[in-house]
């Protein structure tokens, strides 16, 4: 079973940063994309950036020039860098990683429990 722990999240003024990281921990899997979406206050979850095993990315179009997603494919670990934050970048954010158990041809995704972020003005 694949668990995804996301220490980081928290309380900044607009215009700080923050780093998220979301590792997935277990056994007997490869991780293909991971990502980032978040869920602002009474909205849909939303994609906020994602990253392929090749490292190809793509982001939602108002956090394209502030933040900046990577991974470690050896510790199946992806970070989310998170600059020139504003009041509406406010929202749980959640860890995805899309996984497949060696000798299975399905892929499984699987959320973490979200981290909040808050950002005041």
């Known amino acids: 079973q694949v668990q995804l722990v996301e220490p980081g999240g928290g309380l900044v003024q607009a215009g700080g940063s923050l780093r998220l990281s979301c590792q997935a921990s277990?056994?007997?899997?490869?991780?293909?994309?991971m990502g980032w979406y978040r869920q602002p206050p009474e909205k849909q979850r939303e994609l906020v950036a994602r990253?392929?095993?090749?490292?190809?990315?793509n982001y939602k179009d108002s956090v394209k020039d502030r933040f900046t997603i990577s991974r470690d494919n050896i510790k199946n670990t992806v970070w989310l860098e998170m600059n020139s934050l504003k009041p509406e970048d406010t929202a749980i954010y959640y860890c995805?990683?899309?996984?497949?158990?060696?000798?299975?041809?399905?892929?499984?995704?699987?959320w973490g429990l979200g981290t909040q972020v808050t950002v005041s003005s």
């Open positions: 995805l990683a899309n996984t497949v158990r060696i000798g299975a041809s399905y892929e499984r995704t699987n």
């Open positions: 277990g056994r007997g899997f490869t991780v293909n994309d």
């Open positions: 990253i392929s095993r090749t490292r190809v990315t």
